[in-house]
């Protein structure tokens, strides 16, 4: 017996062996009609796999790319559409730059370190404090996602102290967070009559 793993990777593995097998059937025979007419079976046979896509623009397109990179684009037909170029999939995109910005607590997160900031220009009164509160409970929130033993409001409250450079600062005694609880769905229970099977 032989298993997968023992045999070559697929180019497409979405396609599966069967069909990788019909084109490299494809590339032995030797008459162009006759290797044109298998090469348009392949493709209708790999079009009937994802017939979801059928109405997707360029997907016949698409269907002869990926048949000319099975059989790694040595089959001569004649292509319906200009194919894709070997080199150009052989080309690395660009890297994308990633902001170099310092976080200083990962799990508050750069979202929570902009609002801070936002909330040091509020004028005093009502809505600065319901923001602090709102940025504060979120914080809460977001140290017992990554430590699940729980965490003391002054915590958090001295981390927002810091955070905001020492201008926002608030005690547990006046500025109490809400508890952030997890929710467990409870199991339903099940009559003992519904358990017990009739053989």
Same mark, same amino acid.
């Given at each position: 017996m032989e298993y997968n793993t023992q045999q070559r990777k697929l180019p497409l593995p979405e396609y599966g062996r069967s069909v990788q097998n019909m084109v490299d059937h494809?590339? +032995?025979i030797?008459? =162009?009609e006759e290797r044109q007419r298998?090469?348009? +079976?392949i493709v209708n046979i790999m079009g009937g796999m994802f017939p979801h896509l059928r109405d997707v623009e360029d997907f016949k397109h698409k269907l002869w790319d990926h048949l000319a990179i099975m059989a790694d684009f040595k089959l001569d037909i004649d292509y319906p559409v200009d194919i894709v170029k070997k080199e150009s999939l052989e080309v690395k995109p660009e890297q994308i730059p990633y902001s170099q910005n310092n976080i200083r607590y990962r799990h508050y997160g750069r979202f929570v370190q902009d609002m801070i900031k936002i909330a040091i220009d509020y004028e005093e009164g009502e809505e600065k404090k319901q923001l602090l509160k709102l940025i504060a409970n979120h914080m809460k929130?977001?140290?017992q996602n990554w430590n699940k033993d729980g965490v003391e409001d002054q915590k958090i409250l001295d981390d927002l102290c810091e955070l905001s450079g020492g201008k926002i600062k608030l005690s547990a005694e006046d500025f109490h967070l809400t508890e952030q =609880? +997890?929710? +467990?769905p409870r199991r339903r229970q099940v009559n003992n009559n519904q358990q017990k099977r009739k053989y």
């Open positions: 494809a590339l +032995t030797e008459d =162009r298998c090469a348009n +079976t929130k977001d140290y =609880r +997890t929710f +467990t």
